[in-house]
């Protein structure tokens, strides 16, 4: 693909004259351009090319995925690829396919690429290569982008442009940037002796390279446990050592903590096989070479004050202050598998890209919007973007953040070609079927749990709702001017969210009476089950950034859980459905049932206000309506008499006829038999 030079109509619209101008070089435009062709990159190409836009995507790499070319090293995913759930939903069908992009072509589901749980990495990489040339994505390979800055330009969509120039000094201008590398860039911590350490990007995977030897490997995480389990056959022992305890994906419910598939270490651990797991702070390590090429361990403190010339025999080791000092046996090799950070290289400080704090010290800080703090127009998706939810959620793994992406394209749309966040419109007597249909089918609200969330809009009066699907809850103060919808009567927030208290490194997820059956006690529930939020007006900045610890959302005017269910399954009549209307309606003052013809015409006797549903039938045409059909099946069905026009023959006159029909109406009463009441919850379904 050759982009145009100069750009398109578009961007010559937004600028007059100062686009081709370069102190060196012609730059070729763009109205977004996208860094990386991995899946957030592809992803964002997808949304972008639905919807019409001028986009270019960046790839460093002949094709795309070049990080799963790569790794995992030992080429086993840890995304889950189920093949059959029982149902036939597609949508549902994608809370348990963590593999699959977002698209429209059927073709392109994992499952018709691998039928193992596990993936190889290899697939993945043969499906994006598929994903980018079905969908025929614009995207120029071999082009690695080396240098992004800022062109201030009040004409432009934020005020700037940003200027890339790419390895052959080829320079590029777009509005905005998407920047979709993911974290590549090796962590490695630097202390004495590190210089002996093998990177987990380049150890051998050949386990007849580590028979008989006795390895140490640095890190805690998915790729050190993969890289134990492939040797942990061969070696004398394994020692792990990290700052951190091993948090186990079951307990956290965190995807991205160590997962069962790699964790046959913890048994030989913990059943006395020789190898062990440890915790320290790495850079106060240190490693010692001896004249035998065998590894001691030692701590920085005792290097600090030695005699550099001095030989291996001078240097204190803490076994021979302690002699059962736990890492006292030499190792044959140290591994280091401290995972990836975010490459801030190529960005000019005009940019102000800055990496988070503590431990998302790896990722570049964003709002909770994916937009650069420091730069408008500058979005950061997917792996990159897992700052807004780390160990929270899944926005750094494809399942997740296939679903941010689109939230994000819908911000843009909205933002720079004013097509509003997409919605539908129901009566309000639908708003209980609607929650609960999104709830039992929706990936997105239970992929990317307590970070999007479904927004409906009340209208006045409550007599109809405004659905928008999958937003972020984290700009729910902005929603108005996000996504282009009014808010001005009040709101639900229906997100999906784990108990308070169950999850974490430290917690037993697996104690006696650990689940919750009863709807009175589902605010109690543990498991991942529907939160439904209601606000009267549209939460404030100023209550976002109040909002309690762990809340995802300031404290609403009501709050309802959906009890939690062994099957994820929210259709129980009783347990969950017959709750949620009463709270919807407690909520909105009205009776969210739907009713037949012959109850709404006895409401209207005996009510002061009728039902939504009533209302609104008598609008459609649909209440009791007389006609000549209707009388002769009362009278077949012996409910009337059959009176005919001879009944008003003979002596009386013509102009008698409304004095005859009043009599009829003395003489003949019909008895009108009494209604049915609903006498139980069931009925009231």
Partial sequence: MVPAV?????????????????????FLYHDYCVIGAGPSGLQAAYFLQQAGRDYVVFERSHAPGSFFALYPRHRKLISINKQYTGKSNSEFNLRHDWNSLLSHDRRLLFRRYSRDFFPDADVMVRYLEDFASLLKLRIQYNTAIVHVMLERDEQAWNGHYFLLTDQDRQNYKCSSLLVATGTWVPNVVNFPGSE???????????PEDFAGQTVLILGRGNSAFETAENILGVTNFIHMVSRSRVRLSWATHYVGDLRAINNGLLDTYQLKSLDGLLEGDLEDLAIVKDKKGKLHITLRFYLENRNTSAGIDSITLPQDELDN???????????????????FSI?????????????????????PSYESRGTRGLFVLGTASHSVDFRKSAGGFIHGFRYTTRAVHRLLENRHHGVPWPS??????????????????????????????????????????????EYPVGVLAELEMQTGRKAPNGLFVVIMEYGRNFSGADKDVFYYNRAVGEAQHAWQSNFLHPVIYYYKHLPTEREMRLRPPDWPLPRPDAVHHIVEDFLTDWTAPNAHILPLRRFLENCLSTDLRNFFAESCFLFAFTRQKLPPFCRQGYVRMQGLLGSERLRRHAVEAGLLEDYTLTDFSGDRAPDSHEGSRDQLLRDHAIPVRPLQHLVNAKDEL
């Fill in 424 to 469: 539908t419109v129901y009566p309000i007597t639908q708003l209980t079927n609607s929650i609960i249909k999104r709830v039992n089918e929706a990936s997105g609200l239970y992929q990317m749990f307590s970070v999007l969330a479904d927004i409906i809009l009340l209208r006045e009066n409550a007599t109809a709702f405004e659905y928008l699907e």
């Fill in 6 to 26: 100069c750009g398109t109509l578009l961007g010559l619209a937004l600028y007059t004259g100062s686009l081709c101008a370069a102190s060196s070089a012609a």
């Fill in 347 to 367: 960005y000019n400080r005009s940019l102000r890209m800055m990496p988070g704090k503590g431990n998302k010290k790896k990722y570049p800080q964003i709002k």
């Fill in 196 to 206: 002996y350490v093998e990177g987990y990007e380049t150890v051998s995977i050949n």
């Fill in 325 to 343: 000092f736990a890492t006292r046996a030499p190792y044959d090799r140290v591994i280091r598998c401290l995972g990836w950070k975010f490459d």
